[in-house]
């Protein structure tokens, strides 16, 4: 049974920090190959960190990824927040990218 769940958003001030945990289960969800993508209000779901990008010019410096292949989780730190990081975060493996399976992400505000 494939599953993602991702937890750990939240309201927090500019310049706060998060960690975001992704639980995976299922055969395609290899932990070594998880990313991390995030959908901001009335944009398109972009990839932030792992994958062919390791992270994106906008999170760079600010987020780490890392992973616990024991407990099959990821995690996505994330410090020195902007409110333009407000948006659902996803985690995800390029299979479940390409059969179009998503958990049902985790939402973080960004504001004071």
């Known amino acids: 049974q494939l599953q993602l769940v991702e937890s750990g958003g939240g309201l927090v001030q500019p310049g706060g920090s998060l960690r975001l945990s992704c639980v995976a289960s299922?055969?395609?969800?290899?932990?070594?190959?998880m990313d991390w993508y995030r959908q901001a209000p009335g944009k398109k779901r972009e990839l932030v960190a792992g994958?062919?990008?390791n992270y994106a010019d906008s999170v760079k410096g600010r987020f780490t990824i890392s992973r616990d292949n024991a407990k099959n989780t990821v995690y996505l730190q994330m410090s020195s927040l902007k409110p333009e990081d407000t948006g659902v975060y996803y985690c995800?493996?390029?299979?479940?990218?390409?059969?179009?399976?998503w958990g049902q992400g985790t939402q973080v505000t960004v504001s004071s």
């Open positions: 995800n493996s390029p299979v479940g990218v390409s059969i179009a399976y």
């Open positions: 994958g062919r990008i």
């Open positions: 299922g055969s395609i969800f290899s932990i070594n190959a």
